[in-house]
């Protein structure tokens, strides 16, 4: 590695690109002892059973009309097919547990075994929702710390537990701004400026809420224009969103400035949270003038991603918005811990729930427990760390690859371009397939929008240095490949994965979403 980045034009070159090699064909569809799977409605066997019940006899005579005529209709697994059958799938998939997980915006980072062992104490994991409080007070108080923590590294007087993700947040932060200019009389503001780099759920949940959203042009170094944002603020305006750092991997220097201008308009601060790992327990949100703010547990806090577990999205709210957020929250009486259904004095205008129940209790336990285990000094070192790894991939990157911010450090995440394929017959589509090829799953893509060709890379703090040079290692490989016109290795990949390229516009716009 220390050879590769010493040589700037330096790349190592690619063994020659073999397509009858990539092209192997086995019999049945296997590979390498992994067996091709159907999905499980597609195994046409729907009238056999992994179990054996003895016929009983059922009076039906309350439920007369409504018995079942026809079969079910469910797939027939024996065991031992059923195991098989998720096991293989799984086989399939990508997961933390396997590799760097470069996917820039989303913090891939290591789920620590510790919250794992923590979300499964019976105490905690075998408990429901509808059991009384006082049976359940350890888990109240366990949502009141967590709660605490969270207002504590945020500088935020209140927090919303509720949301179950980071657009579930941006809700709920939004209603509450909503309700709150409805209390002042000032419902009839029907605007929300967002920022060209936002991420999309940004602008879907300010339309969902019913506002017009407008878009707040970008400066030449990657920041919001703050001078175009002024110009837009109004009497119309309910709240602005902006992402801090941002999807650009920058931190937005004229934060401060931002948050003055837009409270001078009347408007409330609404902040993506998302990107919180590049500066938790250095930076307090609620000192920059932030009104609320989404945090994402499944990233900041290290909790399981998409498949591999549901999210949360706390919302920590300012004073001005504190009174409105969603019920119920945790309150603290003489004799425990109790859930607060109904508001009292300014509380009442709350805006009513996110959720049935409370949110996402086996989230809470296991962003405490990381909280808990890291300490104030160890969450720190988190954003360091965070930020240090993207700088150190930058660094090793962008003699190659084209960056379209280079001045100064960026945050926790890389943000590359496509001038440096131009030419080349490859793309970053293409590019960032045949990186499944050679064992990494592709960095985030094509977002943000504001710059061509986006490559966004996030190798989070969790990452070690000799994992990251494995990284870098394929990344210059492939990037000497494009430039040196190798263009097979990428048009055709993934040549190696179970599904090969596939048409994404289709299966986004025309998804197939049922089996008949
Ligand atoms: C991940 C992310 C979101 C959405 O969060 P979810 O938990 O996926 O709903 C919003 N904004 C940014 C910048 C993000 O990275």
């Known amino acids: 590695m220390g050879d590769m980045k010493m040589n700037t034009v330096g790349r190592p070159s690619a063994p020659d690109f073999d397509v009858e090699a990539t092209s192997f064909q086995t019999l049945l569809g296997g590979r390498g002892l992994l067996q091709s ?31 079942r005529g026809d079969d079910l209709n469910l797939p027939g697994l024996t065991e031992p097919e059923c195991v098989r059958h998720y096991v293989r799938l799984s086989q399939k998939n990508h997961a933390i547990d396997l590799a760097l997980y470069p996917l820039g915006s989303c913090t891939m980072k290591h789920n620590p075994r510790l919250n794992e062992k923590m979300a499964r104490l019976p105490g ?61 009389g000032e419902g009839h503001r029907r605007t929300v400026l967002v920022p060209t780099s936002a ?105 399981p991603h998409g498949g591999g577990g549901p999210g949360a999205g706390p919302v920590v709210l300012s004073e001005a918005l504190a009174a409105y957020a969603p019920r119920p929250w945790v309150v603290s009486a003489n004799d425990g811990f109790d859930l607060a259904e109904h508001g009292e004095g300014e509380s009442a205008a709350n805006f009513g729930r996110m959720c049935a129940f409370h949110g996402q209790m086996g989230m809470y336990i296991r962003a405490l427990t990381y909280m808990l285990s890291h ?15 993207a700088n150190y991939i930058k660094a090793s990157l962008s003699d190659l690859m084209s960056v379209p911010f280079p001045e100064g450090p960026c945050m926790h995440e890389a943000l590359f371009d496509d001038r440096w394929l131009e030419g080349t017959g490859v793309t970053t589509l293409d590019f960032a397939k045949a990186m499944i090829d050679e064992g990494f799953h592709p960095m985030t893509m094509y977002f943000p929008l504001v710059v061509h060709g986006a490559m966004l890379i996030e ?49 986004a716009r025309q998804p197939r979403l049922t089996f008949s």
């Open 459 to 507: 190798p989070t703090e969790t990452e070690s240095r000799a994992e990251m040079d494995r990284f870098v290692a394929v990344l210059r490989a492939l990037a000497g490949a494009a430039l040196d016109g190798d263009v097979a290795r990428f048009k055709g990949a993934p040549y190696l994965a179970p599904a090969k390229r596939l048409d994404e516009t289709r299966a």
């Open 37 to 67: 799977e159907k999905l499980i409605f597609e195994w046409d066997d729907y009238h056999r059973t992994g179990v054996d019940f003895a016929d009983i006899a059922i009076d039906t005579s309350d439920i007369d009309g409504l018995v």
């Open 199 to 303: 991420h999309g759920t940004n602008p879907a949940t300010a339309a969902f809420v019913g506002y017009t959203v407008k878009e707040v042009a970008q400066t030449a170094d990657g920041r919001v224009d703050v001078a175009d944002l002024a110009s837009k603020l109004g009497p119309d305006v309910a709240a602005i969103m902006v992402t801090n750092p941002n999807t650009c991997g920058l931190f937005e220097r004229d934060i401060i400035e931002i948050a003055r201008v837009t409270h001078e308009a009347g408007a409330y601060f609404y902040c993506d949270g998302a990107n919180f790992n590049a500066i938790v327990g250095r930076v307090r949100p609620g000192d920059l003038g932030v009104d609320a703010m989404h945090i994402n547990l499944h990233k900041t806090f290290s909790t």
């Open 124 to 184: 905690l994991g075998d408990i429901h929702p509808l059991q009384p409080v006082s049976t359940v007070q350890g888990a109240l108080a366990l949502m009141d710390s967590l709660a605490h923590w969270l207002k504590t590294l945020t500088g935020m007087p209140a927090v919303a537990l509720s949301p179950k993700a980071g657009a579930h947040g941006e809700l709920c932060g939004l209603l509450a701004i909503k309700a709150a200019h409805e209390a002042k």
């Open 375 to 389: 300490g104030a000094d160890g969450l720190k070192k988190v954003a360091e760390d965070a930020v240090l790894n």
